[in-house]
C-alpha cells in the first residue's frame, strides 16, 4: 500500500510565526498545524501586516494543506445565546485570521449540549445542540470563500457533540453548505470515547457511514495512554499507547485515508515531538 498524503505536526506557537515556520522547515514538513493563540496568551494572534506577507510568501515556497486549531473558548453548539454570539464573534476572527494567512483549513471541535432542558422529543438536548451548531456554521460559511471548516471527533461522553460519529449524520441534515464542512478524524479521542480500531476496515466502516470517508480532510495521528471506552483525552506519541504502531500503520497506509493529511498532535504533556522519533514514524 502506497502512503499518499504528507505526514506533518501541530507546532506550538510560542512568540510568533516566523518561529513557527522556523520549527516546520527544521522538521521538513509540507503540512503542519498551529494554535491561533500563542502559548500562554489570553488573546488571538494579531501579527503586523509585515508578518503575515512574510508567512504567506514562506507559506507559497514551502507547504501544502495548512490547518489552523480554533480555540478552546467557543462552543459552536451552545444553549446559552450569550456564549453563542460570542463564540460566533471569535469564529469569525479565527476565520478572517487563517484566510489572511492563507491557511486552508480550521479545525473545530463541534461543542457541547450541556445547558439544553430535557425533552420529550429530545431529552439530552443533542438535537438542538445540532440545530445551534448548523445555525452558525451555516452563518459563517457565507463569508468564509477559501477555508474549509473541519468537525473533529471528541473523547469524552454525555452531551459532548461529535464524539458519537453519528452525532454528524445528524449534522449533515442542517448543513446549507456541506461542502465548505468536512471532518478531522482523531484516532485517540475515537479509541478513547469507546471506537476499536481494529479491525481497521471495520472502523472505517463506520466513520464512512458517519463523517463520509471523502469528507475526512485530515486525521489527528495520535496514540492514547488511556483504555478503549475510558473517555479520557490523553495523547500519547503514536505507537507509545494502547492504540499502537500495529493499528496506527495500518491506518496511516490504508488506502482509503490516502488523500487525507496526517497531524501527530503531541503527548499529553504538550511536548513537541523529538526529531527523531517523528523520523521513525515517517518510516512506519
Wanted: hydrophobic share 40%; net charge negative; with cysteine.
Amino acid at each position: 500500500m502506497v502512503y499518499n498524503a504528507p505526514l506533518g505536526l501541530h507546532l506550538r506557537l510560542e512568540d510568533s510565526l516566523a518561529q513557527v515556520v522556523t520549527t516546520a522547515q527544521a522538521y521538513n514538513l509540507r503540512s503542519f498545524q498551529l494554535f491561533l493563540v500563542p502559548q500562554g496568551a489570553r488573546a488571538h494572534l494579531m501579527p503586523t501586516p509585515q508578518e503575515v506577507e512574510a508567512f504567506v510568501q514562506a507559506r507559497r515556497e514551502n507547504f501544502g494543506p495548512l490547518y489552523a486549531h480554533s480555540s478552546y473558548w467557543v462552543n459552536p453548539a451552545t444553549s446559552n445565546k450569550r456564549v453563542f454570539l460570542i463564540s460566533r464573534s471569535l469564529l469569525k476572527r479565527e476565520l478572517a485570521l487563517v484566510q489572511a494567512l492563507e491557511i486552508d483549513f480550521l479545525v473545530l471541535h463541534a461543542g457541547s449540549a450541556k445547558g439544553y432542558r430535557p425533552t420529550s422529543d429530545d431529552p439530552t438536548g443533542k438535537q438542538r445542540a445540532l440545530i445551534a451548531l448548523a445555525k452558525m456554521l451555516n452563518n459563517l460559511m457565507k463569508y468564509a470563500t477559501n477555508v474549509t471548516i473541519l468537525l473533529e471527533n471528541s473523547a469524552q461522553g454525555k452531551k459532548t457533540i461529535g464524539s458519537d460519529l453519528e452525532d454528524f449524520a445528524e449534522l449533515k441534515n442542517y448543513l446549507n453548505f456541506p461542502e465548505k464542512i468536512g471532518f478531522c478524524l482523531d484516532t485517540a479521542h475515537a479509541f478513547s470515547y469507546g471506537y476499536e480500531l481494529d479491525p481497521v476496515d471495520d472502523f472505517l466502516r463506520i466513520v464512512d457511514r458517519t463523517m463520509g470517508l471523502e469528507s475526512v480532510r485530515l486525521i489527528h495521528f495520535n496514540d492514547t495512554h488511556d483504555t478503549c471506552g475510558s473517555m479520557v483525552d490523553q495523547h500519547a506519541f503514536p505507537g507509545k499507547g494502547n492504540i499502537g504502531k500495529d493499528v496506527l500503520t495500518a491506518l496511516l497506509h490504508h488506502p482509503l485515508l490516502a488523500h487525507a493529511p496526517k497531524i501527530i498532535e503531541g503527548s499529553s504533556t504538550d511536548e513537541q515531538i523529538p526529531l527523531a522519533l517523528f523520523r521513525e514514524i515517517s518510516r512506519w
